[in-house]
């Protein structure tokens, strides 16, 4: 699926440095990474980013793909 120019999926070069200069955090269970890791999942929720750790994303996997908001899962 392609995403419009503008739409909360489209990554720009000013987001990208933005999550390089700090630390990524899961929003679930706050495990640290020092980057941004290929195999963590990313959902835009309200305009604001949130990173998932592998575990946190595998337990999730159903809410994520329903693409629920993280509070209700």
Known sequence: MTSLPGDSDSTGSGQRSEAAGRRIV???????????????????????????????????????EGRLDSARW
């Open 26 to 64: 899961c929003a679930r269970c706050g495990t640290p990474a020092d980057g941004p890791r290929p195999t963590w999942t990313c959902s835009v929720e309200n305009g604001a980013r949130h990173y998932f750790c592998d575990r946190c994303a595998r337990v999730h996997l159903r809410a994520i």
